[in-house]
């Protein structure tokens, strides 16, 4: 986890260290929701069980040049800048969502990351960037 932003070079790839705020949250949502709504609470906590699981295969790393998400040591998708128009964490004070958009298409993740080191690399994109 990078907690000192002076110490990332704009050149380094930075790997995002997995957050399972999210996933502990819908957890005890869940166990809360198990008194009123059974299968409301078992839906809640098969996402809460999804989004550990992504948090702990998925690896976010930003480059020089782009986004890249591997799971495990398999690069399953590349998101270069060049392609992008705009970016934002959502609901900065309780943040959730990220969303970027690109030229031909859109995407939201869940926020299973580092919050601070994603704020960061983001920044440092050469995309517009909301906060």
């Given at each position: 986890m990078i907690t000192d932003q002076s110490t990332i070079p704009n050149?380094?790839?930075v790997e995002l260290e997995p957050s399972y705020?999210?996933?502990?949250?819908?957890?005890l949502g869940a166990?809360?929701?198990?008194?009123?709504?059974?299968?409301?609470c078992f839906g809640v906590?098969?996402?809460?069980?999804?989004?550990?699981?992504?948090?702990?295969?998925?690896?976010?790393?930003f480059t020089a040049d782009s986004l890249k998400i591997y799971r495990g040591k398999k690069l399953i998708r590349d998101f270069p800048y060049t392609q992008w128009e705009y970016s934002e964490i959502f609901w900065s004070k309780l943040p959730i969502l990220f969303y970027?958009?690109?030229?031909?298409?859109?995407?939201?993740?869940?926020?299973?990351?580092?919050r601070k080191t994603l704020s960061y690399c983001l920044e440092k994109n050469p995309c517009n960037f909301k906060n």
């Open positions: 050149r380094e790839t705020n999210i996933p502990i949250i819908l957890t166990i809360i929701l198990s008194a009123f709504q059974v299968w409301l906590g098969l996402f809460a069980i999804f989004l550990a699981i992504q948090a702990y295969t998925l690896r976010l790393n970027f958009r690109e030229v031909n298409s859109i995407h939201f993740l869940p926020i299973i990351f580092d």
